[in-house]
């Protein structure tokens, strides 16, 4: 049977280029309310240029980007902002201020965007440190905790206004094994929580198997998406070499 969930995001005929440049071209995918999503490929095929593009940090050469009925990519600004207000974003190597302790970085964005009082604020900053359970370290620096918490101290930041649409920037990058499926299995609760819809850039198989639901994957030789589905149906049935190749590191055991 069809899955008749409502598509959250919706890229249609996107072409990402710099300048001349073309990264890749004609990307049409969906993205389905609740999901969690993969963005993959080889290094250098730009999983994180199309993960800029969703979160309007970088603008389209050509196509557009939807958040259910609201044009994102030519909404005016203060519309895109609206959109952003119920994003959670976490990029590459945490991004946490090294200066600010855990409670603090997890308030910045209660304090930009609520009108919360401070106290109230550090309040629900210890309930997102203590969902990603980090229950008592309110008050360490990231450089006193392990890189794995300091992911996970990215992820109480990026859930601190409850968002709609979790993106996370490669997350468990730089974690060992164990960590990484820990990581893994906070991402499955948080988004069950909140209710979220999860776009995850990422090149790491187990993680991939695990907790996705559907992936696109970004062809660097023909510069365009090659292969959109669950990623272990495209594990399983690839539609061509190259998927199979990245999919099972070219014949590693790359199954759960």
Same mark, same amino acid.
């Given at each position: 049977?069809?899955?008749?969930?409502? *598509?959250?995001?919706?890229?249609?005929?996107?072409?990402?280029?710099?300048? &001349?440049?073309? $990264?890749?071209?004609?990307?049409?995918?969906?993205?389905?309310?609740?999901?969690?999503?993969?963005?993959?490929?080889?290094?250098?095929?730009?999983?994180?240029?199309?993960?800029?593009?969703?979160?309007?940090? /970088?603008?389209?050469?050509?196509? @557009?980007?939807?958040?259910?009925?609201?044009?994102?990519?030519?909404?005016?600004?203060?519309?895109?902002?609206?959109?952003?207000?119920?994003?959670?974003?976490?990029?590459?190597?945490?991004?946490?201020? @090294?200066?600010?302790?855990?409670?603090? /970085?997890? @308030?910045?964005?209660?304090?930009?965007?609520?009108?919360?009082?401070?106290?109230?604020?550090?309040?629900?900053?210890?309930?997102?440190?203590?969902?990603?359970?980090?229950?008592?370290?309110?008050?360490?620096?990231?450089?006193?905790?392990?890189?794995?918490?300091?992911?996970?101290?990215?992820?109480?930041?990026?859930?601190?206004?409850?968002?709609?649409?979790?993106?996370?920037?490669?997350?468990?990058?730089?974690?060992?094994?164990?960590?990484?499926?820990?990581?893994?299995?906070?991402?499955?609760?948080?988004?069950? @929580?909140?209710? *979220?819809?999860?776009?995850?850039?990422?090149?790491?198989?187990?993680?991939?198997? *695990?907790?996705? &639901?559907?992936?696109?994957?970004?062809?660097?030789?023909?510069?365009?998406?090659?292969?959109?589905?669950?990623?272990?149906?495209?594990?399983?049935?690839?539609? /061509?070499?190259? $998927?199979?190749?990245?999919?099972?590191?070219?014949?590693?055991?790359?199954?759960?």
């Amino acid at each position: 049977m069809a899955d008749a969930r409502e *598509a959250h995001i919706d890229v249609k005929d996107l072409t990402m280029a710099f300048g &001349d440049f073309v $990264v890749m071209r004609d990307l049409t995918f969906s993205v389905r309310r609740g999901d969690i999503f993969f963005i993959i490929g080889g290094s250098g095929c730009g999983k994180s240029t199309l993960f800029r593009h969703l979160i309007g940090l /970088n603008e389209p050469a050509k196509g @557009s980007v939807w958040y259910g009925a609201v044009n994102f990519t030519a909404a005016p600004e203060e519309e895109r902002d609206e959109l952003r207000s119920h994003f959670g974003i976490t990029f590459q190597g945490s991004a946490l201020w @090294s200066a600010m302790t855990l409670a603090e /970085n997890v @308030s910045l964005p209660l304090g930009q965007f609520t009108d919360l009082s401070p106290t109230e604020i550090r309040q629900v900053a210890g309930v997102k440190l203590a969902l990603v359970g980090l229950r008592g370290f309110e008050d360490y620096y990231p450089s006193e905790i392990s890189g794995g918490m300091q992911k996970r101290a990215a992820l109480a930041r990026a859930i601190a206004l409850d968002p709609e649409v979790l993106f996370f920037d490669e997350p468990s990058a730089g974690l060992d094994p164990i960590s990484s499926r820990l990581l893994d299995d906070l991402i499955l609760s948080l988004r069950d @929580s909140l209710g *979220a819809t999860v776009v995850m850039v990422s090149h790491e198989l187990p993680s991939i198997f *695990a907790i996705g &639901d559907d992936c696109i994957f970004l062809d660097t030789e023909v510069r365009t998406m090659t292969a959109y589905g669950n990623p272990r149906e495209l594990r399983d049935h690839p539609p /061509n070499g190259r $998927v199979h190749h990245f999919l099972t590191r070219g014949g590693e055991d790359a199954h759960p």
